[in-house]
């Protein structure tokens, strides 16, 4: 029996290349190819009133220089409006290089091509571009008050004001028993992948055909992109997603100015060209995500059931608007959470600054709804005097309530219903994995160390596994082996391994006779990209059907060779067999051969289905009418939409009050992501998301000044955890199966890192006893909030459920 | 107009000497990653901080990006690609720290990957593999280099599984 794969920890195979040096990143392809680098604005608001490249032209191994007077045709226009949306009314997007004025620090003004990157930066040192500085408008509530317009035609800087409602709040807070208001606010961090983004472009010139390595999340797309702006046909275009070191959401904007203009360079110059952003052009002039200022008013019943919502949102989305308003409306949708809102509001306006693009990350907007929802859940309990864990609990969804809808429209358009799930269950499970309970008497025995120690918690759930659709191809060839691909991309989730696990578990065969090929234009040209949690759910259910259809088929022609009943067939370890009578059967290459009835033999595999290898049947053409050749199949899965995967995570933290250092003692996290293909996959899933969740709690911020200078973009000054900040996590699984496809899976990739900043927040909060209303917090402003008199006293807390 | 002289320079990477000539300001990083083609040296910052391209120059770990190629002049670099040995019969025996990142799952994207097993490498290799490793070494070994996938947790448990398997006389 072939050995069981699916929920197993099978060990990864993409690590052995990448533990010896042998993986191929976009940075390592192209050996000898010119260079590119950017001339990038020094100001955050500006006119360019000229660009001087005299004094550049005469450095040696200078190749070529390009403005905007240099771009042609839909070059020349704007970049594209990725997601459109009715609401997001005065969108507006940069040029691929800047034309007239540039709207932050880090855009880029001049691509120069040179025979390699040293030179090309010596290029870059010798143009002059002179400017005009115009008024700079940093955070959310400089462009809210408008006294200064990001761009000119849109004085109020609101791109989109998004609202959603699901009847009338105003009447359901005057009708509660208790409402309580308040303002928060959570600041900018940034994906941050380990290699920043690449771009190697190579035309040949022989058959006008450009293929393009990036380092990116939507290579289907990224093609689409190239072949619209450079006026390509698209099958003249590939587009390769290689090795990528880390992507977190950053990856799937596109197309990049350098994904359009790197490309353009090396077919005017006839040339591969190549581009590697280093690290401070990562933090300028990519994109960061999760500034927000949250008003929220609440009203619920003395037992702390919420009775309504009304949320007041203010979303920083940066210079540009290329991903519409995804993170404002995930926000807006996924802050409800596990909770049974009756009446609920949201206003969200998405609000331009002089500041890096804001993009999802890991996330999206949600964990600035979990921290939104999770803080007003303490705010109740600590109004009523009731343990936190026990409001959480009164509000929740009921296991009996599912499929449960919301009655909001979700980032893909579609409805959020939850399609099934036990919050209860978490709930529960979360209490026993942190000790809940334990918690007054660690308290005494941290005080008992001089150490203020404090819990928090933070429900959450999450939409994954939006369409519209992904596809997979699946393919057994006459060597036995089994190439599988799909055009959803890589940066390190193990696809490669996750996706092999289905195919083995769906088709019989052996785990090592399967090859997976992702994001890759060449093997698989219909794609959306992955973001959103959704590769296992979207690509994973696609394999799974072309696995399906494959081996449909191949019982078939084993059915009519071994002139058995195709019920009576079985596949296991590559060999198609009559159920309980082994001799008969046949190995699974041998129909793949068969598939395929050939003219020409190469190889002795290929000569058992020449014309003349066997009696045929002369009555029937080769290839049946509505069949054809080959043992193939590619499927799609198309989902009615998303299916939603929840959790929950507790905070234990430990308070020095000398030097108020916040030290996460206990991370408990509880994880329902349905189905598991992949367990030792999903925990790793979850260490990493966690470790992002306590960086952005605690240490990462982007530091802009007044002026829009990113004060901080290095790793020496942003504060990315190193092992030291991460504290060890324990997880706990609940496994709801999603009801809405065929593996029952649910994603996993963003969960990690959602509800940290809120109960890290409620963990501090409870600690020190003072409201904290603005995240992340450092042990400065820790130390300002204990001593100022003006902050808000929290009461202490009632943990345990109470009698 | 040229900006830089050039030099050239014989290095021994990965027990083959070399010699090649460079200009006077490329880093070690990139005559490694460009001149050499050893591309699984990564370079994730380029200003010291990450340890993704930390490699060894005789012996310790040394953060490439940091270095001149010149400064290597006359010495041993061992890379990502170096750190596997020959088996004799055109294989190769993985390092006991690159066993243990494949057992215990401590890489994702791979990119943080090289300059960790490097460093962790001559790191079990340099303390008393008579003891069992404490876990104030683990974090000493591990607590150098940023890696934005793991979390680190896999990272520390490859750390003392690596520790284990040397400590058995497995491997270097
Ligand atoms: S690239 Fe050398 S330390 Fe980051
Ligand atoms: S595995 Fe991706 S950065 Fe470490």
Same mark, same amino acid.
Not at chain 1, 44 to 50: E, M, P, S
């Given at each position: 029996?072939?050995?069981? &794969?699916?929920?197993?920890? #099978? =060990?990864?195979?993409?690590?052995?290349?990448? %533990? $010896? /040096?042998?993986?191929?990143?976009?940075?390592?392809?192209?050996?000898?190819? &010119?260079?590119?680098?950017? #001339? =990038?604005?020094?100001?955050?608001?500006?006119? %360019? $009133? /000229?660009?001087?490249?005299?004094?550049?032209?005469?450095?040696?191994?200078?190749?070529?220089?390009?403005t905007y007077e240099d771009l042609v045709g839909p070059m020349a226009e704007p970049l594209p409006v990725l997601i459109p949306h009715p609401q997001l009314t005065a969108p507006r997007t940069g040029y691929p290089l800047a034309r007239d004025v540039v709207q932050h620090?880090?855009?880029?003004?001049?691509?120069?091509?040179?025979?390699?990157?040293?030179?090309?930066?010596?290029?870059?040192?010798?143009?002059?571009?002179?400017?005009?500085?115009?008024?700079?408008?940093?955070?959310?509530?400089?462009?809210?008050?408008?006294?200064?317009?990001?761009?000119?035609?849109?004085?109020?800087?609101?791109a989109a004001r998004h609202h959603q409602e699901t009847g009338d709040v105003e009447a359901a807070l005057a009708a509660s028993t208790h409402t309580l208001s308040f303002t928060q606010y959570i600041e900018r961090s940034a994906?941050?992948?380990?290699?920043?983004?690449?771009?190697?472009?190579?035309?040949?010139?022989?058959?006008?055909?450009?293929?393009?390595?990036?380092?990116?999340q939507a290579s289907t797309s990224v093609r689409a992109a190239i072949a619209a702006k450079l006026q390509l046909s698209l099958e003249k275009v590939e587009v390769v997603a290689p090795d990528v070191g880390g992507g977190f959401g950053v990856k799937i904007v596109h197309p990049w100015p350098e994904e359009l203009l790197v490309p353009m360079a090396a077919i005017a110059l006839g040339q591969p060209v190549h581009w590697a952003e280093d690290r401070r052009e990562h933090f300028i002039s990519s994109a960061h995500e999760r500034q927000q200022r949250q008003e929220i008013t609440v009203g619920y019943d003395d037992g702390g059931r919420v009775t309504a919502l009304d949320v007041r949102g203010w979303h920083d989305n940066g210079a540009y608007t290329p991903y519409g308003i995804i993170v404002p409306i995930v926000t807006a949708t996924q802050l409800v959470g596990p909770y049974a809102i009756p009446v609920y509001r949201v206003r969200i306006d998405s609000v331009y600054t002089n500041t890096v693009i804001v993009t999802p990350y890991r996330g999206a907007g949600r964990p600035q709804g979990c921290y939104a929802m999770e803080r007003t859940m303490d705010r109740i309990a600590q109004d009523l005097g009731l343990d936190r864990a026990e409001v959480r609990r009164r509000n929740l969804i009921g296991k009996d309530e599912f499929p449960y809808d919301h009655h909001l429209t979700f980032q893909d358009g579609r409805p959020v219903i939850y399609d099934s799930g036990d919050y209860e269950g978490l709930l529960d499970k979360l209490i026993a994995l942190v000790g809940w309970d334990r918690a007054e008497e660690r308290r005494a025995e941290a005080a008992s160390r001089g150490k203020q120690l404090g819990i928090g918690m933070a429900m959450y759930v999450e939409g994954t596994g939006p369409g519209p659709y992904e596809g997979g191809h699946v393919q057994v060839l006459g060597s036995g082996k089994v190439l599988v691909s799909t055009g959803l991309t890589s940066q390190g989730q193990g696809h490669e391994t996750a996706f092999a696990q289905i195919v083995a578990h769906e088709l019989g065969v052996p785990i090592e006779d399967v090859e997976v090929t992702t994001g890759d234009t060449r093997r698989f040209g219909y794609a959306v990209g992955t973001f959103a949690s959704r590769a296992a759910v979207m690509s994973g259910n696609a394999i799974a059907l072309a696995a399906r259809g494959v081996r449909a088929k191949a019982l078939r022609i084993a059915a009519e060779v071994l002139e058995a009943d195709v019920d009576d067939l079985e596949i296991d370890e590559g060999v198609v067999q009559v159920k309980g009578t082994p001799g008969t059967a046949i190995p699974l290459r041998t129909v793949a051969v068969l598939s395929n009835p050939l003219r020409y033999a190469f190889d002795e595999a290929a000569r058992q289905a020449t014309q003349f290898a066997g009696p045929g049947d002369d009555s029937k053409p080769p290839v049946a009418v509505g069949d054809a050749p080959g043992l193939e199949h590619v499927d799609y899965y198309s989902p009615i939409r998303s299916t939603f995967a929840s959790g929950a995570h507790a905070a234990v933290v430990e308070i020095d009050p000398?030097?108020?250092?916040?030290?996460?003692?206990?991370?408990?996290?509880?994880?329902?992501c349905g189905n598991i293909v992949n367990p030792m996959i999903v925990e790793g899933q979850v260490h990493g998301g966690v470790a992002q969740g306590v960086g952005g709690a605690l240490y990462e911020r982007m530091a802009y000044d007044a002026d829009g200078q990113l004060q901080n973009a290095s790793f020496m000054d942003f504060l990315m955890p190193y092992a030291s900040e991460v504290p060890d996590v324990v997880i706990d699984h609940q496994e709801t199966p999603s009801p809405l496809n065929p593996l029952g899976l649910k994603g996993a990739g963003e969960a990690g890192v959602i509800p940290g900043t809120a109960c890290i927040a409620s963990a501090i909060e409870d600690a020190v006893g003072r409201r904290i209303a603005a995240m992340p917090i450092s042990p400065t402003e820790l130390y300002d909030l204990v001593r100022s008199p003006d902050a808000e006293r929290v009461p202490a807390a009632t943990t345990g459920v109470p009698a | 107009m040229s900006v830089s002289t050039e030099r050239t320079i014989s290095v021994t990477v990965n027990g083959v000497s070399r010699e090649t000539t460079v200009p006077v300001r490329r880093l070690l990083s990139d005559a490694l990653r460009h001149d050499l083609q050893l591309t699984g040296t990564h370079v994730g910052c380029e200003h010291g901080v990450c340890g993704a391209c930390t490699v060894l120059v005789d012996g310790t770990p040394v953060r490439s990006c940091l270095v001149l190629a010149v400064q290597v002049d006359g010495k041993a670099v061992t890379t990502v690609e170096g750190l596997?040995?020959?088996?004799?019969?055109?294989?190769?025996?993985?390092?006991?720290?690159?066993?243990?990142?494949?057992?215990?799952?401590?890489?994702?994207?791979?990119f943080c990957t090289p300059g960790f097993l490097m460093t962790m490498a001559a790191g079990l290799e340099a303390r008393d593999r008579t003891t069992d490793i404490t876990e104030d070494e683990v974090d000493e070994i591990v607590g150098g280099n940023l890696c934005r996938c793991t979390g680190y947790a896999n990272i520390k448990k490859a750390c003392r599984h690596a520790a284990g398997l040397m400590k058995d006389g497995d491997g270097a």
């Open positions: 029996m072939t050995t069981k &794969l699916m929920g197993e920890p #099978v =060990r990864r195979r993409e690590d052995l290349r990448l %533990i $010896t /040096g042998r993986g191929r990143y976009t940075d390592d392809i192209g050996h000898g190819a &010119l260079a590119a680098a950017f #001339v =990038r604005s020094p100001y955050a608001h500006a006119r %360019i $009133t /000229g660009i001087d490249v005299d004094a550049a032209l005469d450095v040696d191994g200078v190749v070529a220089i390009y620090v880090g855009e880029a003004v001049v691509m120069v091509v040179a025979t390699d990157r040293y030179v090309a930066e010596d290029v870059c040192d010798r143009i002059a571009v002179a400017y005009e500085e115009l008024p700079v408008v940093v955070g959310v509530d400089a462009a809210r008050e408008a006294v200064h317009a990001v761009h000119e035609d849109v004085p109020d800087n609101v994906c941050m992948p380990m290699e920043g983004k690449g771009v190697h472009a190579v035309w040949n010139r022989d058959d006008s055909s450009l293929r393009v390595h990036t380092s990116t000398t030097t108020w250092e916040i030290e996460v003692v206990d991370y408990a996290v509880v994880h329902d | 596997a040995r020959d088996d004799g019969r055109g294989g190769e025996v993985l390092h006991p720290v690159q066993e243990a990142f494949r057992e215990c799952h401590a890489l994702q994207c791979g």
